[in-house]
C-alpha cells in the first residue's frame, strides 16, 4: 500500500495511505507535485503541513478515513449556496465526532478543512457554528462565544438601527 | 521559540505503519495537562512571562503561535474563538441568513469591527444574498435582473428623509456591507414594476421634485462617503438633468468600488437623441467629473425601457468620464455597444461590440480574461479577410440581415469525429447510434441555415487566444451552418465556453483547457457516443450543460 508521511506544524508525523490522502485536494496536489519531481517512485512522499497543529490534523485525518469511501465533493460545489451540502453529508457519526469539541476546537477544524481542502468537514464544521447563530438572541451568542458586550453609550443601540435599516429594505 | 527564534521541537510521533489506522502518542498526555507549563526553550520562561510576551499577538500571528507547541496552545486557548471567529466567519457566512449575520455586529465591538470587514468584502456571501456583485447576473435575453439584496435600500423621498434624521453621522460607517440601492423615480404615473406599485414614490410637483434631490443630497453628503457599493436605478422624469443630477450624486461617493448604474425614461423625451449625445459629450468636457479611483466594477444597463439607443454614446461617455483608466477591472454594458477605451487591466467585458472593433479592445484591454459578448456586424460589405487573414467574407444582404460567406476554397471537410451523427432525426432520438456512412450536407439540417457562418466569430475573437479564460457569447446573431467548414476554435487558456447553439466536437479540439461548456441542445447530444466522447476528446472538462427551451441537462466527466 503507497503511505504518505504528514507532518503537522509541532512536528507529529501521520502515516496514512496515499488513497486516504488523496481526499484531501491540497495533500493530493502535494503528492502528485512530490511524484512529478522524484526520480524514485517508490520513494515515500513527506509533507509538512506547517499551519496545522498535530490535534487538530489527527481530527482532520480521523474525519477523512470514516468518509473515505464518499464521494469527494469538489471544493467549489454550490458556491452561493451550499446549505445542502452540509445537511446532506451529516451522518450520526459526524454528530458524535463533533459533540466533544469545544468551539475554539471547531474554529481551528474550519480553517484546517479549509487548507486541506476537505470540503464535507468544512462544511459539517461551519454548520456546527451557524447552529449557535441562526435564530439566537444576541445575549446567548455572547453566552455560547464566551463573550461579553464592550459597547459605550448608545452604540449597541445605533448599530442595532442600522441593523434594522438594512434588514427592513 | 528558542533564543533563535526557532519553535521548540518536538519529538517526532510513533507512526503506525498500518495506513487505516492513525494513531498519536501525545494527545492523551497533552489532553490530561491542567495547568500551563512552560515549553522547553532556552533560556527557560516562566509561564508569565510567555504569557505577556503574547498578550498583543493577533490573528495570522496568533494562529502560528498555537500551532507551534502544545505549551502555547493551551496559554493561548482562552483567546481562541475571539481570535479564530473572524478567520472562519467567511466560511460560515453562507450558511448565515442576512438577519442573524447583522445580528453578529451586536455582540461587542470588537465583532462589529471584524465582521463589517468581512462583510465589506463579501458582501454576496450571505445565504440569503441573491445578488452578485462581483458581476450582474443577465436573464437570457441579456437584461439585468435587478437584485441588491445585501444593501440597504432608499425609495422614496421619506427613506431619504428618516435615515438622514433617524441615523448619527458620528458613529462611523451605517451601511452594514457599505452596500447602498438607490432607487430615484422621477416619472410621474411610471409604472415599470408591478410589485413596487404600493411603495412607488412619485414626484408630481416641483416642490416635491425640490424636496426630493435636496433629500438624496443631503444623505450622500453626509454618509457618502461610506459607500462602497452602490446601485443607482434612476428613472428620469426629464433627460435634461440627467448628466447634472448623476455627477453631483457621484461627487458624494468618492470611495465607490463597484457602481450599478440602471437608466430609464420616457421614449418621448428623446425626439433627436443625436442632439442628447452632442449635449452629453460636451457636458463632460466642460464638467469633467473626478475620476472614482477606487472604482473596479462598472454596470450600466436600461433594463426594460425602449430608449436606450438614445444612451449608446451616453454609456461610454460615463465609462471615459468616470472609471479609473487603471483600476477598473469588470465592464458591464450589456444594452450598449461598446466602443473600446483604453482600460489596461480589464479583465471581465459583456458588452455589444462590433465586430471589426475587436482588435481595438484587444489593444485597449490586453489582459481580458472573460468576455461575455454580443457581435454586432455594421451594414454594408466587410471583408473580414482585409484584417483577420481569414478566408470569410461579411456580405450584407440588402436588408438588416447579415450573411457571411464562406470562401470557395474553403476545405468542406466535417464531422470526422462522429461519422454517425449524420443518420441522427430531430425526431427520433434513437436512431443516433448506428455507424452508417453519412452525407454531410444532409444531418441535422436547420432549414434556417444555408447561407451564414460562425466560424468568422471564433476566428475574430482568436486575438485574446493569449488571456481568454471564459467566452459568452450573448447572442446568436447568426443561423448555424458549422458544417461547411472545419474552422477550429483556437482558445487555449479557455476553461469556460457559453454559446447559444451547438457545436460538433471537432471544432472544440484545440480547447484543451476547457472545464466548462454549455451549449443549446441539439441532435448531437442525442448520440451518446458523443457525449462519451467529448469528455475523451477534451481532457480536462469536468461539466456539458445544454440547453432545450427551458430544459438544462448536465452531462458529467464518467468516473
Given at each position: 500500500m503507497a503511505l504518505v508521511r504528514v507532518i503537522s506544524s509541532d512536528g507529529a508525523a501521520f502515516l496514512v495511505s496515499q488513497r486516504l490522502a488523496k481526499r484531501s485536494g491540497k495533500l493530493k496536489t502535494e503528492i502528485e507535485t512530490f511524484r512529478k519531481s522524484s526520480d524514485n517512485s517508490e520513494a515515500q512522499p513527506e509533507i509538512r503541513i506547517v499551519t496545522i497543529r498535530a490535534e487538530i490534523l489527527r481530527l482532520v485525518l480521523q474525519w477523512l478515513q470514516q468518509h473515505q469511501n464518499d464521494p469527494v465533493l469538489p471544493a467549489n460545489q454550490n458556491e452561493q449556496d451550499g446549505r445542502g451540502d452540509a445537511e446532506m453529508g451529516q451522518s450520526q457519526w459526524d454528530r458524535d465526532f463533533l459533540a466533544p469539541m469545544d468551539l475554539g476546537i471547531v474554529m481551528e477544524l474550519i480553517l484546517a478543512a479549509n487548507h486541506l481542502e476537505v470540503k464535507g468537514l468544512l462544511d459539517i464544521t461551519c454548520k456546527l457554528v451557524e447552529s449557535k447563530i441562526t435564530g439566537r438572541t444576541v445575549d446567548e451568542i455572547r453566552t455560547a462565544f464566551k463573550l461579553k458586550s464592550d459597547f459605550k453609550g448608545n452604540e449597541e443601540e445605533q448599530t442595532r438601527l442600522e441593523n434594522r435599516w438594512c434588514v427592513e429594505n | 521559540m528558542d533564543a533563535t527564534g526557532s519553535p521548540p521541537q518536538k519529538k517526532l510521533k510513533s507512526v503506525d505503519n498500518d495506513a487505516t489506522k492513525i494513531t498519536t502518542s501525545e494527545d492523551a498526555a497533552m489532553k490530561n495537562s491542567t495547568s500551563f507549563k512552560s515549553p522547553i526553550t532556552s533560556p527557560m520562561l516562566v509561564p508569565e512571562l510567555w504569557d505577556l510576551i503574547f498578550r498583543n499577538v493577533v490573528t495570522d500571528d496568533y494562529l502560528r503561535v498555537i500551532n507551534s507547541c502544545p505549551e502555547w496552545n493551551q496559554l493561548l486557548n482562552s483567546r481562541k474563538i475571539t481570535e479564530l471567529f473572524p478567520m472562519a466567519l467567511p466560511f460560515i457566512m453562507k450558511f448565515l441568513p442576512k438577519n442573524d449575520f447583522l445580528n453578529l455586529r451586536l455582540v461587542s465591538r470588537d465583532w462589529k469591527r471584524k465582521c463589517e470587514i468581512i462583510y465589506e468584502n463579501h458582501p454576496a456571501r450571505l445565504a440569503t444574498a441573491t445578488s452578485d456583485l462581483r458581476f450582474p447576473k443577465l436573464s437570457s435575453s441579456g437584461r439585468m435582473s435587478p437584485s441588491f439584496d445585501d444593501g440597504v435600500k432608499f425609495q422614496g423621498v421619506e427613506s431619504f428623509q428618516r435615515f438622514n434624521s433617524e441615523v448619527r453621522n458620528d458613529c462611523g460607517n451605517p451601511f452594514p456591507g457599505r452596500c447602498v440601492w438607490l432607487l430615484i423615480k422621477e416619472l410621474e404615473g411610471h409604472n415599470s414594476d408591478d410589485n413596487d406599485s404600493e411603495e412607488e414614490e412619485e414626484v408630481r410637483n416641483p416642490q416635491i421634485e425640490l424636496d426630493y434631490w435636496n433629500a438624496i443630497n443631503q444623505l450622500l453628503l453626509q454618509f457618502g462617503e461610506h459607500i462602497w457599493y452602490l446601485q443607482l436605478d434612476y428613472l428620469f422624469r426629464d433627460v435634461s438633468f440627467v448628466e447634472t443630477r448623476l455627477r453631483n450624486m457621484l461627487l458624494q461617493v468618492p470611495n465607490l468600488k463597484r457602481l450599478r448604474l440602471s437608466f430609464g425614461g420616457p421614449e418621448v423625451d428623446f425626439d433627436d437623441s443625436d442632439e442628447f449625445n452632442l449635449r452629453s459629450v460636451e457636458f463632460f468636457k466642460q464638467n469633467p467629473p473626478p475620476k472614482l479611483?477606487?472604482?473596479e466594477v462598472f454596470s450600466c444597463t436600461n433594463p426594460n425601457f425602449p430608449v436606450y439607443d438614445e444612451f449608446q454614446d451616453f454609456s461610454n461617455q460615463l465609462v471615459k468620464s468616470y472609471c479609473p483608466t487603471d483600476n477598473l477591472k469588470r465592464l458591464n454594458l450589456p444594452d450598449m455597444s461598446y466602443k473600446p477605451t483604453p482600460l489596461p487591466n480589464l479583465l471581465e467585458l459583456r458588452t455589444m461590440i462590433n465586430y471589426l472593433e475587436l482588435p481595438a479592445l484587444k489593444e485597449a484591454s490586453p489582459k481580458l480574461e472573460s468576455f461575455g459578448v454580443s457581435l454586432q456586424f455594421e451594414d454594408g460589405v466587410v471583408d473580414a479577410n482585409e484584417y483577420q487573414g481569414n478566408r470569410w467574407r461579411i456580405l450584407n444582404d440588402g436588408d438588416d440581415d447579415i450573411i457571411i460567406e464562406d470562401d470557395d476554397s474553403v476545405d468542406n471537410n466535417i464531422g470526422v469525429v462522429f461519422p454517425h451523427w449524420n443518420d441522427c432525426d430531430d425526431d427520433d432520438e434513437?436512431?443516433?447510434?448506428?455507424d452508417s456512412d453519412t452525407d454531410n450536407d444532409k444531418d441535422y439540417d436547420d432549414s434556417d441555415s444555408g447561407d451564414k457562418n460562425i466560424g468568422v466569430v471564433f476566428t475574430g475573437l482568436h486575438i485574446f487566444a493569449d488571456t481568454l479564460k471564459e467566452l459568452d457569447l450573448l447572442s446568436d446573431p447568426w443561423t448555424l451552418n458549422w458544417r461547411k467548414n472545419n474552422f477550429k476554435v483556437v482558445l487555449p487558456k479557455l476553461e469556460k465556453l457559453c454559446i447559444p447553439y451547438s457545436l460538433p466536437i471537432n471544432h472544440l479540439l484545440e480547447l484543451k483547457s476547457l472545464k466548462y461548456l454549455k451549449m443549446d441542445e441539439s441532435p448531437?447530444?442525442?448520440d451518446k457516443t458523443y457525449c462519451s466522447n467529448i469528455f475523451e476528446q477534451l481532457p480536462k472538462l469536468e461539466k456539458v450543460v445544454h440547453t432545450y427551451g427551458k430544459e438544462r441537462r448536465v452531462l458529467t466527466r464518467p468516473v
Open positions: - | 479611483e477606487n472604482l434513437h436512431n443516433c447510434n448506428d448531437i447530444f442525442r
